[in-house]
């Protein structure tokens, strides 16, 4: 079974100095965070923040050649989780085919913000992530100054 997320937010990692990415369920009931690099961070953060670059960046790429070639992006889903690497893919459908698309989750959290697709999450990675927080342990009140929210299209 899967579980529809939406991203909630980044923020840093105070211990490894690592970008994470919060999904929430959309029922509201758990908090499950996903690291990810620099680099993937600074994409999402710059969709969720509504900023443009002069020149598409490679996420941007990626909706321009999906919506060129006349595909749509259905949803990515966030699979598994296996010794502490998240795993994902991306759903395309075109001309009536679907293509599934192996691809890292922070990849796929960048590209769902610029297609506005959903976000789904295996149940059995929230159940195996050590790391999901449930709502009520944790409010955003005590996250990090570097915690960027999400108030644009996913608002919750």
């Known amino acids: 079974m899967e579980i529809e997320m939406k991203i909630r937010g980044l923020m840093m990692d105070p211990t490894a100095n690592t970008p994470i990415v919060i999904l ?4 509201g ?8 690099g620099t680099y993937e961070a600074n994409a ?4 969720i923040e509504k900023m443009s670059s002069q ?3 490679t996420h941007d790429l990626m909706r321009n050649v999906i919506r060129e ?10 699979t598994s989780l296996i010794d502490n690497t998240f795993y994902a893919f991306i759903e395309i459908e075109k001309d009536g085919n679907l293509l599934i698309v192996d691809s890292r989750p922070s990849d796929a959290l960048a590209l769902s913000l610029r297609m506005d697709c959903p976000i ?6 929230i159940k195996s992530s050590s790391a999901t927080l449930i709502d ?18 996913y608002k919750m």
């Open 120 to 125: 789904y999450v295996a149940q059995q990675v």
């Open 29 to 36: 009931e758990s908090l499950l965070p996903i690291w990810v």
């Open 55 to 57: 020149r598409p960046m």
């Open 136 to 153: 009520g342990t944790s409010s955003t009140d005590e996250w990090p100054e570097d915690f960027v929210e999400d108030n644009t299209s």
């Open 44 to 47: 999402i953060a710059t969709e």
């Open 69 to 78: 070639m006349g595909g749509k992006l259905r949803r990515v889903v966030i």
């Open 24 to 27: 929430k369920d959309v029922a």
